[in-house]
């Protein structure tokens, strides 16, 4: 506080103690002073669990100058849970009636119900002796008054009003009516609900129009607005509120306070740490940020933990991945072009891209590209053209991978027509650009992609900057072409489905085996297939973000009571008492041959007869993911070093991820042999689950799935 703001607290304390407010024997009354006049010393008073930490009390420093008229437009940005929405959106609105019974406030976030929620919340702290103490001239009606009604103050879950005075609080969703109400101090907190809301420009710009068009024309004179969220996007309110301001001296100007999870070089003035440290060190030590940075990928750390939704780091892909080939393999596994294009959507503006990439062992290197606006035949020229150039460089172009849905059965028949390579049609089951990204991420982490350097290609920089920017770039066509080549030579191979386990890696024996056998203290996943001949099943626990595959079921000529019989009663022997999550197969809800019951319907019995079912959390969909995501969930794991098999417990298991193979059309071959593939299914299913190769989050579907026990 200023010398101004503490001559005024003086003041103020002095004109409390005249009037008797304040009883100088009073032990707290000390206390109870620097509460009328600090929002931070008011949220301890009346909430003395709330833990403080120094950003509570720079943030609320900031506020009160608002308050006072110092600086009319506020943005606060900060980390999820760090204890914000407590001190603005419930303390502030009190305190600030408390100061000022006359204050007309609206209170706006992502949803009408949480609006509600957080009306009722003000609404009980101003009924509290301890508040009646420090502001006993604010007052709500006693009653809950819903209209009008002449001389009667509201008093609901949408609006307040202050007793005798013309103060009041209103409440609202994003996009909701507050017509017929100006504010004094208008309060916006997280008004986006999640990612989905964020990266839909539809979403964003009717938020946007909404703040325009309603929110701010009901400011008066002098009003001050608070905006405190953790930002999504570049282009969220927070963003486009700063680019008005930096466009437009004469519109609004934000002052910004913004703590990142770890400080950056580029801090606050009134952040006090060095690089590298964290912001709550008591609560989210460096080590647990580290392993939330880990687990959230770059994208979400870089917008929701660091503030930053456009860091110079990139979004999804980081600078620093970038690698560089100098001298290529003297052999390829394996050479491609990757082409993007939308034909289906004919369009003069559209950029096609071909990439020739090449693959050797456990490496993929963007060998050359070709960039610009093409018709369809002059894309079949630069096909040929490509083909023809590495072939006399002594390099074999094995095939052409295309997107399907992007550019329909007709192209794709007469671009195979006359191709000189083989096509490929690939199909990624309706996943988004962003969600394809995602997945190949992890390649670029741990240095498997190597570009050429600069200084070879012209088109490099501009490849590095889309992907630099991406998902916020202009264009994705570069992306486009990259991510569908990495995931078919990385993620989605030809002939072994699960060419990424390596038994040397992956195969558990001897003490390893012993150390990561099952551990009591963790709750177990088990995962079914429904088949006769052989019945399978699979049990495995999760430790961190790895998964550890502990045990198997393999029964000839069987059915669903044995093997669920064998699954219960080894369970019961372990004498397990967390939590047990069930995966499998869903088709399972149909009727048996050998029974009227279905497969569920037998397991969910045998758990119900062996006291187990209490303890049994259905994970099963509804619908079977696709078997190729399915595939790539475990080559993702398998890559990343993230699942292991105990070898002796589970040999069936590695000999399926040795030995199933392909079918020429892309499906895992059934027929070559019988017996191979179904405890791989079953795995699989357990594997999608849990850690979808979507990253778990970018489409509705997961957005709304329930937390996995046991899962970082």
């Known amino acids: 506080m200023n010398l101004a703001g503490l001559l005024q607290a003086k003041k103020d304390w002095e004109r409390d103690r005249d009037k008797g407010k304040i009883r100088l024997d009073d032990p707290k009354a000390e206390a109870k002073a620097r509460a009328r006049q600090s929002l931070l010393d008011f949220t301890c008073y009346t909430l003395p669990s709330y833990e403080v930490n120094w950003h509570h ?399 070879e290609a012209l088109w490099v920089s501009g490849l590095k900057k889309e992907l630099e920017d991406f998902p916020n770039a202009e264009s994705e066509d570069q992306t486009g072409a990259l991510t569908q080549a990495l995931i078919y030579l990385a993620l989605r191979q030809t002939n072994r489905p699960y060419e990424k386990f390596n038994r040397a890696t992956h195969g558990l024996r001897g003490q390893d085996a012993i150390d990561f056998s099952y551990d009591p203290n963790l709750d177990l996943h088990i995962s079914f297939d429904w088949n006769r001949s052989p019945a399978c099943a699979v049990a495995a626990q999760v430790r961190g973000n790895e998964v550890f595959a502990i045990a198997e079921w393999y029964l000839d000529n069987s059915d669903t009571f044995r093997l669920t019989e064998a699954v219960g009663s080894w369970i019961k022997s372990l004498g397990h008492r967390n939590t047990i999550h069930v995966h499998g197969d869903a088709t399972g809800r149909n009727q048996t041959a050998n029974s009227t019951q279905s497969n569920w319907d037998i397991f969910w019995a045998t758990m119900r007869r062996l006291e187990l079912k209490s303890q049994c959390r259905k994970r099963y969909k509804d619908a079977n993911p696709p078997e190729q995501e399915r595939v790539i969930s475990v080559n993702y794991l398998f890559m990343s070093d993230r699942a292991f098999v105990l070898v002796e417990k589970c040999d069936r298991l590695v000999q399926d991820f040795e030995n199933v193979q392909w079918t020429p059309d892309g499906k895992i071959d059934k027929k070559r042999d019988a017996r191979l593939s179904h405890i791989s299914d079953a795995y699989g299913y357990l594997v999608h689950d849990l850690f979808p190769y979507r990253q778990q989050g970018r489409s509705r579907k997961q957005q709304t799935q329930k937390p996995v026990a046991g899962l970082s």
């Open 57 to 455: 009390q720079r943030f609320c420093y900031w506020i009160e100058k608002a308050l006072r008229g110092e600086c009319d437009r506020l943005m606060i940005l900060v980390p999820p849970r760090h204890g914000k929405s407590e001190a603005v959106s419930r303390r502030l609105p009190a305190f600030a009636l408390g100061q000022n019974p006359d204050t007309r406030i609206i209170a706006c976030s992502y949803s009408a119900d949480l609006g509600s929620r957080l009306n009722r919340d003000v609404q009980r702290i101003i009924d509290t002796p301890t508040y009646r103490e420090l502001f006993p001239d604010t007052t709500l009606n006693s009653k809950n008054v819903s209209s009008d009604a002449k001389g009667s103050y509201l008093r609901n879950s949408e609006i307040f009003e202050i007793v005798g005075h013309q103060g009041g609080y209103r409440s609202a969703g994003v996009g909701g009516g507050i017509t017929g109400m100006g504010f004094d101090l208008g309060i916006l907190d997280d008004v986006f609900k999640n990612r989905e809301e964020a990266e839909s420009k539809t979403v964003r710009d009717g938020i946007w129009e909404w703040y325009t068009s309603t929110f701010r024309t009901r400011a008066e004179k002098g009003a001050k607005i608070i905006l405190v969220m953790t930002p999504w996007h570049h282009d969220d309110i927070a963003g486009r509120l700063l680019k008005v301001a930096r466009e437009n001296p004469k519109a609004d100007q934000w002052t910004v306070v913004k703590f990142p999870a770890i400080a950056t070089d580029d801090l606050h003035p009134d952040d006090p740490r060095q690089p590298g440290e964290a912001l709550w060190e008591g609560k989210y030590p460096l080590e647990e940020l580290e392993r939330i940075k880990a687990s959230v990928g770059p994208y979400d750390w870089s917008s929701l933990f660091q503030c930053s939704p456009s860091r110079e780091g990139g979004n999804l892909f980081n600078q620093d991945w970038f690698h560089y080939w100098v001298l290529l393999p003297r052999k390829f596994d394996r050479v491609i072009i990757s082409l993007n294009s939308k034909f289906k959507e004919v369009s003069a503006s559209s950029y096609v891209t071909l990439q020739v990439w090449g693959r050797s062992g456990g490496s993929y290197y963007l060998l050359d590209q070709v960039r610009d606006r093409l018709s369809f035949l002059d894309t079949k020229d630069a096909i040929s053209d490509l083909t023809e150039k590495w072939a006399k460089l002594g390099i074999t172009i094995h095939e052409l991978f295309i997107e399907a849905k992007k550019n329909g059965k007709a192209i794709l028949e007469n671009l195979s027509s006359d191709c000189p390579i083989t096509i490929t049609a690939t199909d990624f089951n309706g996943d988004t650009e962003g969600g394809k990204a995602q997945a190949v991420t992890g390649l670029f982490k741990l240095g498997k992609v190597f570009i050429p350097p600069e200084s």
